[in-house]
């Protein structure tokens, strides 16, 4: 595969329900960082590393070009804005899937103006798939060569999410992993599968996500 360019996605995106709560979930990072951290070790071409929340070590990749941003929107914006011709989109961010309808201006307080305990009860309204937006944006704009990279963390039935994530966002590729009771996120071993449309095409792990992030990358340049 020839790119100029591979922009890696990583982190939690989060929405503000009010100025010190928010809605996010338990991706460190970890992952997007080790895979943009091995494209710039193999060199030759531009690294754009646009990451959420992550833990502070994973923010910044050396020698690449890190771009933070805060919720999905903002995710999205950045990565349409870098998208060109010729590269490598791998999503590997963990955005929030729905943000609040609306954010308040100050704290919300757990009594009422008389000292009476109250819920909260909060609406929200679903993000833009940042993929689907992808696909969209590559299709109206005629940008060519555009390798896309899915990442599909299931608590349950993998191959099928995976496989049905391809489809509806229009990927090359998936990498599918089991998540859920501190699984799969954050700094443990794990294991991948990697997936095309016709199926399951490759196994990586269980390993440390250092290692999974290393012949991810090897898979992806022989693509």
Not at 105 to 110: A, S, T, V
Not at 111 to 123: A, F, M, P, T, V
Not at 126 to 155: C, M, Y
Not at 157 to 186: M, T
């Amino acid at each position: 595969a020839t790119f100029r360019k591979v922009i890696v996605t990583s982190g939690p995106t989060r929405e503000w329900i009010d100025p010190v709560r928010y809605i996010s979930n338990a991706s460190s990072g970890k992952m997007g960082f080790h895979i943009a951290e091995e494209f710039v070790k193999k060199g030759n071409f531009e690294v754009i590393y646009i990451h959420g929340n992550t833990l502070e070590k994973f923010a910044n990749v050396p020698n690449a070009n890190n771009i933070s941003v805060e919720t999905t929107i903002q995710l999205r914006d950045a990565v349409l804005k870098e998208l060109t011709g010729d590269s490598l989109l791998v999503m590997a961010a963990a955005p929030a899937d729905f943000r609040p309808i609306m954010t308040a201006k100050h704290k919300i307080k757990k009594e009422d103006q008389s000292g009476e305990k109250q819920g909260l009860l909060l609406e929200l309204e679903e993000n833009p798939d940042v993929l689907v937006q992808v696909s969209e944006h590559i299709k109206s704009n005629n940008i060519e060569n555009v390798i896309r990279v899915g990442f599909a963390a299931e608590t349950q039935d993998l191959d099928k999410n995976a496989i049905s994530k391809i489809i509806k966002k229009n990927l090359n590729l998936i990498v599918g992993n089991f998540v859920g009771n501190g699984k799969g996120f954050g700094e443990i071993d794990s294991s991948v599968n990697i997936y095309a449309l016709s199926g399951l095409i490759k196994s990586i792990g269980p390993l440390s996500k250092e290692d999974i992030a290393k012949q991810l990358v090897e898979y992806l340049l022989a693509f």
